[in-house]
């Protein structure tokens, strides 16, 4: 199974910081966004049991390959990276068609996303690009299986999990319940010097004539402002357990809580 992975570096969620353009400043350390970590899992997971090729894809600036170097020291076999000053400041939906357009320059089966990033939050990216390459989408998976020229998949519901099926190729987007990601070992730490990176530009991969990127964003930063401090709380204690039941429920009730 040729399996690609969507993988994107973000700032560290512990060194996040806006620049003076309202823009994240990408100078800070790089990490691969978190949710990306369990469907990688789950991707080195399927082709260790069922055979196949991970390849990694990012939309990242030029040198920004650290967090895609770890993503190779866990077992994904090759990365593709677009990188292009355009780029800079894209919104989703540039975001969205630069994907896209670097799929249809590879070969996969199936294609791999993180249910949303640290540093957007909008979880839309994955079904965008399943819209545009008319692929079919499945959404919020805690587990993934291959079929017979199909894939199945366990996604969550209100009332537990629904099971979708759907033929090859395919659009996954997945949950930290695919399980947690590995801790690359030495080996694959030393062998992932040697893995390709390969960047590509955006007249590489089709778009050089489209309007993409950050002079073409759909949304703009109008203005930040810190959340109010947080007020003091109210601890409960050397009450016995009806009585500091009783004390938390009339707290609630209250605050119109309950």
């Known amino acids: 199974m040729r399996i690609v992975v969507l993988v ?3 700032p560290d969620p512990g060194e ?18 978190g949710n990306d970590e369990y469907v990688l899992e789950a991707a080195l997971k ?12 990012s939309m990242a600036p030029a040198g920004v390959t650290d967090p895609i170097r770890k993503a190779l020291a866990m077992g994904a076999t090759r990365a593709v990276l677009v990188s292009d000053p355009t780029l800079a400041g894209a919104c989703s939906w540039s975001t969205t068609q ?22 957007g939050g909008g979880g839309i990216v994955a ?4 819209t545009l390459l008319a692929l079919p989408y499945l959404s919020h998976a805690r587990r993934i299986e291959p079929l017979d020229g199909g894939v199945r998949v366990e996604r969550l519901s209100a009332a537990g999990h629904d099971v979708l099926e759907a033929t090859l190729p395919a659009v996954v987007v997945g949950t930290q319940l ?23 530009t955006l007249a590489e991969i089709g ?3 489209r309007p993409v990127g950050g002079a073409h964003a759909t949304t703009a930063l109008r203005a930040t402002r810190q959340p109010a401090p947080r007020g003091s709380g109210r601890v409960v204690r050397d009450l016995d357990p009806v ?13 119109r809580a309950i």
Not at 16 to 31: F, K, M, P, Q
Not at 46 to 57: F, I, K, N, R, S
Request: hydrophobic share 50%.
């Open 8 to 10: 994107k570096p973000v």
């Open 16 to 33: 996040e910081r806006l620049g003076d353009d309202g823009r994240l400043d990408r100078s800070v350390t790089a990490v691969i966004n």
């Open 46 to 57: 399927l082709v260790e049991a069922h055979g196949g090729d991970v390849t990694l894809l």
């Open 98 to 119: 630069v994907l896209a357009a670097a799929l249809r320059t590879l070969e996969y089966d199936l294609v791999l996303a993180g249910a949303d990033t640290s540093d």
């Open 127 to 130: 079904a965008g690009v399943a």
């Open 178 to 200: 695919l399980g947690e990601p590995r801790y690359p070992s030495l080996r694959g730490i030393m062998g992932a010097r040697a893995k390709e990176i390969a960047v590509r």
């Open 207 to 209: 778009l050089a004539d």
């Open 243 to 255: 009585a500091a039941a009783s004390a938390i429920v009339d707290f609630l009730v209250e605050r």
